[in-house]
């Protein structure tokens, strides 16, 4: 396959990701502007800043307000992670690539783009919010079974794995990142409800509320939401599950191509490091350093890749 | 139905009976009712915009994209009358072949005093960098997509040979899937020839044409200016269904003295290359400098053997409308036949006598430029205002050499889904050939466009036309 | 003056740029051929920094060899050496051979279009009938009015620029002589080569003069900036439209990085 076409796919897997990760913020944070409007700008202005987009948002509005924060995240053309801008990077890579792709793919991102083309035409008012989001947890997950169900597995259904999950791993760190001091021992304040809602929100933004409850009885304790966002395997969203979905299908292309590449040895250091931490450990060396470091070590395997299978130059 | 007698329509002849190729459509036609079909139209629209087949249209302030619009009556052709077609185009591309060979070698046509010297010696789509140059089995232009209109029950004439890189033919199947996708039932009840295997054969047909260093399969790929070419469209689908890379200019190198396409493992050769990028824009070492669509030294490597480009440089010559008045010469030159298919009969307004006629009948006849295409910079005469006339007789004496001029032509006419019922509008039909050193082929069929506007002549996408599926049925 | 000679050769072109080129190409036209008068007896190039993509004849029969530079590269040599017999025949190459019909020559590129300098200059002589004499009284004309001079501003005059600027280099002579000869209906063509002079060895650069063909002898040389025809101490390398289409050397290169050239030629007789 071209390399334009792999980078191609790998972005436009991205964007799909980043469609949904988008639409998930503005729920989780429309959930506490409902429940709670006391919370409310504070938490649009971390929703912002776990985006990095607050300093774009704050040159736009002067104020922080929901109506133009959800509007800001769901059709600024500006803004390049709202669901417009994603969801139409997401096309413009899928038309790049069309020919690795089974036409339903095509047809499942094509029509994802054209429904919200319409949807987002007009700036959205808070009663459709619901609806819409709904479209767009629709259409992404008629992409994803398209691709599941029609794609060859091959080096083209590889790449698309490995954007989803690096997209995926990317959203989950920032919210960490953003949020870690609510999760740190040292301010914990136990049963203190302001808490419960922002660890709530976490979980929110990372579609990960449901699964937190099943498998921990729906007791809040930071310490468990952390290690259950970072490390545990089980879930979909966590760094370690994505991570050895990258390694697995960078192993996929390694065997298919019979050669081995400077990123496969990087990608096993980060998912060598997830299988060998605990919580505690993680805890001890710091929160936030850690996740600073996932970050950077992420970034540079995004480069390796793009290097060691030439999606530009 | 008989609206305008002057014109042939190819389904109403006179009175209320259909011509024969239509007998069964007509019937099932009068079991439909008119607001159910306009509601399969709707959908069909709907799935054209799923399906992306879609061209950009340019000058607006934000690119757009738009659909050609589609009409579900399909275009219906006799067994006997597409084999006498297929015969005509099967000499014409044969003989445009060997013109080309023949322009870029001796130019015996020239020595022999069948088309003057300056026909060439003019012409801006005569390229100097191909003297000399014999591509594999001399093919030269691969794909040609020649314009036939119709005047009458068996007046078929050629309006123009598209010898450098036709498009279209992606509605051509695209079209015929929407029609069995939507009325299956009158394909049982039809007889229609199949036009889905033209990928398949496209790619047999490119494979042949390989340069001698390659040794086994040979790699295609189809050659994009991209995604924001206003038929991008039709190179992503024919590349996907011939099962090929779709490449861009980037994405090529000269390495190893092939040209290469950067992929995941490293640098691959190409064998031929269908390339939608145009002369000019092709390689900006050896033509525009300035151009980023194209691929340094691919010229070169051409030239040294290393990759077939399909069609070659410089076919534009034989597909100039002022090559196009020496048609019947050029065929009767190279194949020793008359040729089978007619030409519209055309004043070369170079000619002092031809231009004073054209100026004095400037009204009835239509005009083009002679390197124009898509129906751009054109005349209908009949259509036009004093101001419009006025306007282009200063350009005609200003320019003589720059335009052609031939009859108003009173195109057929096929009926179309209006908001009545049935409503006949002028159509035209381009057939695609394929050559190879195999021989030619011809898909059964083509593209029917069809002016939307009630009355007009005019047939291109880019002004208002549609298309149709076109049926050939067999015997 | 002999009317054969056995030249020896030795041409090397360096490129230092200041910064790594990412990627470059190069066309060279830089391979004499053996034809009558003029028998190649060896002939090597050599690439240091680059290497040879392919070699094809173009519609010149100019032999090329597109070059690649090696990515990253900061300087690259191309050295030809190889020995020439060449013998004197009145600078006369003769009857038109191969593909390209005449009437090209008599087409004019951008670098050769007669404008007003030209064809003023083309009328202030009186035009002897034959044409060959009037090819020379032209050469002997251009020379007067623009006299030779290494004095130049820029590298890739028109014909047009050099009348207006007076003074000219080989070059520059042999534009205003396919343009003037052009504008005179004479199919013309540019020759890029070797000189010998006689009283060095080394020389300051590669040679260029004209080609029109004249309806008896066929092609003819016209050296105007030494006023004569080539004789035995030329060795004719490319032939092309003007300049652009003979040039030993011509590309295209991504980066940003300035560009210096430096020649170095011997031609000796052996």
Same mark, same amino acid.
């Given at each position: 396959?071209?390399?334009?076409?792999?980078?191609?796919?790998?972005?436009?897997?991205?964007?799909?990701?980043?469609?949904?990760?988008?639409?998930?913020?503005?729920?989780?944070?429309? /959930?506490?502007?409902?429940?709670?409007?006391?919370?409310?700008?504070?938490?649009?202005?971390?929703?912002?800043?776990?985006?990095?987009?607050?300093?774009?948002?704050?040159? @736009?509005?002067?104020?922080?307000?929901?109506?133009?924060?959800?509007? #800001?995240?769901?059709?600024?053309?500006?803004?390049?992670?709202?669901?417009?801008?994603?969801?139409?990077?997401?096309?413009?890579?899928?038309?790049?690539?069309?020919?690795?792709?089974?036409?339903?793919?095509?047809?499942?991102?094509?029509?994802?783009?054209?429904?919200? /083309?319409?949807?987002?035409?007009?700036?959205?008012?808070?009663?459709?919010?619901?609806?819409?989001?709904?479209?767009?947890?629709?259409?992404?997950?008629?992409?994803?079974?398209?691709?599941?169900?029609?794609?060859?597995?091959?080096?083209?259904?590889?790449?698309?794995?490995?954007?989803?999950? #690096?997209?995926?791993?990317?959203?989950?760190?920032?919210?960490?990142?953003? &949020?870690?001091?609510?999760?740190?021992?040292?301010?914990?304040?136990?049963?203190?409800?302001?808490?419960?809602?922002?660890?709530?929100?976490?979980?929110?933004?990372?579609?990960?509320?449901?699964?937190?409850?099943?498998?921990?009885?729906?007791?809040?304790?930071?310490?468990?939401?952390?290690?259950?966002?970072?490390?545990?395997?089980?879930?979909?969203?966590? !760094?370690?599950?994505?991570?050895?979905?990258?390694?697995?299908?960078?192993?996929?292309?390694?065997?298919?191509?019979?050669? /081995?590449?400077?990123?496969?040895?990087?990608?096993?250091?980060?998912?060598?490091?997830?299988?060998?931490?605990?919580?505690?450990?993680?805890?001890?060396?710091?929160?936030?350093?850690?996740?600073?470091?996932?970050?950077?070590?992420?970034?540079?395997?995004?480069?390796?890749?793009?290097?060691?299978?030439?999606?530009?130059? | 139905?008989?609206?305008?007698?002057?014109?042939?329509?190819?389904?109403?002849?006179?009175?209320?009976?259909?011509?024969?190729?239509?007998?069964?459509?007509?019937?099932?036609?009068?079991?439909?009712?008119?607001?159910?079909?306009?509601?399969?139209?709707?959908?069909?629209?709907?799935?054209?915009?799923?399906?992306?087949?879609?061209?950009?249209?340019?000058?607006?302030?934000?690119?757009?994209?738009?659909?050609?619009?589609?009409?579900?009556?399909?275009?219906?052709?006799?067994?006997?009358?597409?084999?006498?077609?297929?015969?005509?185009?099967?000499?014409?591309?044969?003989?445009?072949?060997? #013109?080309?060979?023949?322009?870029?070698?001796?130019?015996?046509?020239?020595?022999?005093?069948?088309?003057?010297?300056?026909?060439?010696?003019?012409?801006?789509?005569?390229?100097?960098?191909?003297?000399?140059?014999?591509?594999?089995?001399?093919?030269?232009?691969?794909?040609?997509?020649?314009?036939?209109?119709?005047?009458?029950?068996?007046?078929?004439?050629?309006?123009?040979?598209?010898?450098?890189?036709?498009?279209?033919?992606?509605?051509?199947?695209?079209?015929?899937?929407?029609?069995?996708?939507? =009325?299956?039932?009158?394909?049982?009840?039809?007889?229609?020839?199949?036009?889905?295997?033209?990928?398949?054969?496209?790619?047999?047909?490119?494979?042949?044409?390989?340069?001698?260093?390659?040794?086994?399969?040979?790699?295609?790929?189809?050659?994009?200016?991209?995604?924001?070419?206003?038929?991008?469209?039709?190179?992503?689908?024919?590349?996907?269904?011939?099962?090929?890379?779709?490449?861009?200019?980037?994405?090529?190198?000269?390495?190893?003295?092939?040209?290469?396409?950067?992929?995941?493992?490293?640098?691959?050769?190409?064998?031929?290359?269908?390339?939608?990028?145009?002369?000019?824009?092709?390689?900006?070492?050896?033509?525009?400098?300035?151009?980023?669509?194209?691929?340094?030294?691919?010229?070169?490597?051409?030239?040294?053997?290393?990759?077939?480009?399909?069609?070659?440089?410089?076919?534009?010559?034989?597909?100039? &409308?002022?090559?196009?008045?020496?048609?019947?010469?050029?065929?009767?030159?190279?194949?020793?036949?008359?040729?089978?298919?007619?030409?519209?009969?055309?004043?070369?307004?170079?000619?002092?006598?031809?231009?004073?006629?054209?100026?004095?009948?400037?009204?009835?006849?239509?005009? @083009?430029?002679?390197?124009?295409?898509?129906?751009?910079?054109?005349?209908?005469?009949?259509?036009?205002? @004093?101001?419009?006339?006025?306007?282009?007789?200063?350009?005609?004496?200003?320019?003589?050499?720059?335009?052609?001029?031939?009859?108003?032509?009173?195109?057929?006419?096929?009926?179309?889904?209006?908001?009545?019922?049935?409503?006949?509008?002028?159509?035209?039909?381009?057939?695609?050939?394929?050559?190879?050193?195999?021989?030619?082929?011809?898909?059964?069929?083509?593209?029917?466009?069809?002016?939307?506007?009630?009355?007009? !002549?005019?047939?291109?996408?880019?002004?208002?036309?549609?298309?149709?599926?076109?049926?050939?049925?067999?015997? | 003056?002999?009317?054969?000679?056995?030249?020896?050769?030795?041409?090397?072109?360096?490129?230092?740029?200041?910064?790594?080129?990412?990627?470059?190409?190069?066309?060279?036209?830089?391979?004499?051929?053996?034809?009558?008068?003029?028998?190649?007896?060896?002939?090597?190039?050599?690439?240091?920094?680059?290497?040879?993509?392919?070699?094809?004849?173009?519609?010149?029969?100019?032999?090329?060899?597109?070059?690649? =530079?090696?990515?990253?590269?900061?300087?690259?040599?191309?050295?030809?050496?190889?020995?020439?017999?060449?013998?004197?025949?009145?600078?006369?190459?003769?009857?038109?051979?191969?593909?390209?019909?005449?009437?090209?020559?008599?087409?004019?590129?951008?670098?050769?279009?007669?404008?007003?300098?030209?064809?003023?200059?083309?009328?202030?002589?009186?035009?002897? &009938?034959?044409?060959?004499?009037?090819?020379?009284?032209?050469?002997?004309?251009?020379?007067?009015?623009?006299?030779?001079?290494?004095?130049?501003?820029?590298?890739?005059?028109?014909?047009?620029?050099?009348?207006?600027?007076?003074?000219?280099?080989?070059?520059?002579?042999?534009?205003? =002589?396919?343009?003037?000869?052009?504008?005179?209906?004479?199919?013309?063509?540019?020759?890029?080569?070797?000189?010998?002079?006689?009283?060095?060895?080394?020389?300051?650069?590669?040679?260029?003069?004209?080609?029109?063909?004249?309806?008896?002898?066929?092609?003819?040389?016209?050296?105007?900036?030494?006023?004569?025809?080539?004789?035995?101490?030329?060795?004719?390398?490319?032939?092309?439209?003007?300049?652009?289409?003979?040039?030993?050397?011509?590309?295209?290169?991504?980066?940003?990085?300035?560009?210096?050239?430096?020649?170095?030629?011997?031609?000796?007789?052996?």
């Amino acid at each position: 396959m071209l390399g334009k076409t792999a980078g191609g796919v790998f972005w436009m897997l991205r964007y799909m990701e980043r469609t949904e990760n988008t639409a998930r913020m503005i729920d989780a944070g429309l /959930r506490i502007s409902l429940t709670r409007s006391s919370a409310a700008e504070s938490e649009w202005t971390s929703i912002l800043t776990a985006m990095g987009l607050l300093s774009a948002y704050l040159e @736009k509005h002067e104020t922080v307000e929901g109506g133009k924060v959800v509007n #800001f995240l769901l059709r600024d053309k500006s803004n390049p992670s709202s669901v417009m801008s994603a969801v139409e990077a997401a096309r413009t890579n899928a038309r790049l690539v069309r020919t690795a792709l089974t036409r339903e793919v095509w047809e499942a991102v094509n029509e994802c783009w054209m429904d919200l /083309r319409d949807l987002l035409a007009r700036p959205v008012r808070e009663q459709s919010l619901p609806d819409i989001l709904q479209v767009i947890r629709q259409r992404s997950a008629y992409v994803r079974g398209s691709l599941h169900g029609t794609m060859v597995r091959n080096d083209v259904y590889d790449f698309a794995r490995i954007g989803t999950f #690096f997209e995926r791993a990317d959203n989950a760190a920032r919210v960490l990142d953003v &949020k870690y001091y609510i999760l740190l021992p040292s301010i914990m304040h136990v049963g203190s409800a302001s808490d419960n809602v922002q660890w709530e929100t976490i979980l929110r933004a990372t579609s990960s509320a449901r699964a937190y409850q099943t498998l921990h009885e729906g007791e809040y304790d930071p310490r468990m939401i952390a290690r259950f966002l970072i490390l545990d395997k089980r879930l979909p969203r966590s !760094l370690a599950f994505c991570y050895r979905k990258i390694s697995d299908n960078l192993d996929y292309i390694a065997k298919d191509y019979g050669d /081995r590449m400077p990123c496969h040895g990087m990608v096993e250091k980060i998912c060598h490091r997830f299988e060998t931490m605990t919580i505690d450990k993680i805890f001890e060396y710091g929160l936030h350093e850690f996740v600073t470091e996932f970050l950077s070590e992420s970034q540079a395997l995004g480069r390796q890749i793009e290097i060691d299978y030439r999606f530009y130059e | 139905m008989a609206e305008s007698p002057k014109f042939y329509d190819e389904m109403y002849g006179h009175g209320d009976a259909a011509r024969v190729p239509y007998s069964d459509y007509a019937k099932w036609f009068s079991g439909e009712e008119v607001g159910n079909l306009r509601r399969k139209s709707s959908q069909a629209e709907a799935l054209f915009r799923l399906t992306g087949i879609t061209f950009n249209v340019y000058g607006m302030e934000e690119e757009t994209e738009r659909l050609i619009p589609f009409d579900i009556v399909p275009r219906i052709i006799t067994a006997k009358e597409w084999a006498m077609l297929e015969k005509g185009i099967d000499q014409r591309v044969r003989a445009i072949n060997s #013109f080309l060979h023949d322009i870029y070698h001796r130019q015996e046509i020239v020595r022999a005093g069948r088309i003057p010297e300056e026909m060439i010696a003019k012409n801006d789509a005569f390229l100097p960098q191909m003297i000399g140059v014999a591509p594999p089995g001399n093919i030269y232009t691969h794909i040609v997509g020649t314009d036939l209109v119709r005047t009458g029950e068996n007046e078929f004439y050629v309006l123009e040979d598209n010898a450098r890189t036709p498009s279209g033919v992606s509605y051509m199947l695209e079209n015929r899937e929407t029609m069995l996708h939507m =009325f299956p039932e009158l394909f049982s009840r039809n007889k229609v020839r199949r036009v889905s295997h033209y990928p398949r054969s496209l790619r047999r047909s490119l494979s042949a044409c390989a340069p001698p260093v390659c040794l086994e399969n040979p790699v295609v790929a189809v050659l994009t200016p991209g995604i924001h070419n206003s038929a991008y469209y039709e190179h992503a689908f024919l590349a996907d269904q011939m099962g090929v890379e779709l490449v861009e200019g980037q994405d090529l190198r000269v390495i190893d003295g092939r040209v290469a396409m950067r992929t995941t493992k490293g640098y691959e050769p190409i064998d031929v290359l269908y390339r939608r990028v145009d002369d000019e824009f092709l390689d900006p070492m050896n033509f525009n400098p300035d151009s980023v669509l194209g691929v340094p030294g691919i010229l070169d490597v051409y030239r040294a053997g290393g990759i077939t480009i399909a069609n070659a440089p410089g076919t534009g010559i034989a597909d100039d &409308k002022a090559i196009y008045s020496y048609m019947p010469e050029i065929v009767e030159f190279y194949t020793g036949e008359k040729a089978i298919l007619k030409n519209v009969p055309t004043w070369r307004c170079s000619e002092p006598e031809a231009l004073q006629y054209v100026l004095d009948n400037l009204p009835e006849l239509v005009v @083009k430029e002679v390197h124009g295409s898509g129906g751009y910079g054109m005349l209908v005469g009949p259509a036009a205002s @004093k101001k419009e006339l006025a306007a282009f007789r200063a350009k005609l004496e200003a320019k003589p050499g720059n335009y052609i001029a031939q009859p108003t032509l009173s195109l057929s006419t096929v009926p179309i889904l209006a908001k009545s019922g049935l409503a006949p509008r002028h159509v035209d039909l381009r057939p695609f050939a394929l050559a190879s050193p195999k021989g030619v082929e011809i898909i059964p069929g083509g593209l029917t466009r069809v002016a939307l506007k009630k009355g007009s !002549l005019v047939v291109n996408s880019s002004q208002g036309g549609g298309t149709k599926d076109t049926w050939v049925l067999e015997d | 003056m002999n009317n054969k000679m056995k030249l020896k050769i030795s041409h090397t072109t360096s490129y230092h740029y200041d910064k790594p080129v990412p990627y470059a190409l190069q066309q060279l036209r830089l391979r004499p051929k053996s034809r009558p008068n003029q028998a190649v007896l060896a002939w090597d190039i050599n690439i240091a920094g680059g290497r040879r993509q392919v070699s094809f004849e173009d519609e010149h029969a100019n032999t090329v060899d597109l070059i690649s =530079f090696e990515p990253g590269v900061q300087d690259i040599t191309v050295h030809c050496e190889g020995e020439v017999d060449v013998s004197d025949n009145a600078g006369v190459t003769g009857k038109h051979l191969g593909f390209v019909p005449l009437w090209l020559f008599e087409r004019s590129t951008p670098l050769t279009v007669a404008g007003p300098n030209v064809r003023g200059l083309v009328s202030e002589f009186d035009k002897p &009938k034959d044409t060959l004499e009037m090819l020379h009284e032209l050469s002997a004309h251009i020379l007067e009015k623009v006299p030779y001079s290494t004095d130049q501003t820029s590298s890739e005059l028109t014909a047009e620029q050099v009348v207006e600027a007076g003074h000219g280099v080989c070059q520059d002579h042999a534009h205003v =002589f396919i343009a003037a000869a052009r504008s005179l209906g004479i199919p013309a063509r540019y020759v890029s080569g070797y000189l010998m002079m006689d009283d060095r060895v080394s020389q300051d650069a590669s040679h260029a003069w004209a080609e029109a063909h004249t309806p008896g002898l066929g092609w003819v040389g016209f050296d105007i900036s030494n006023g004569i025809s080539p004789d035995a101490r030329y060795v004719r390398v490319a032939t092309g439209l003007d300049y652009l289409g003979a040039a030993p050397v011509s590309g295209m290169r991504y980066g940003h990085g300035t560009e210096n050239m430096l020649v170095k030629l011997q031609v000796e007789q052996q």
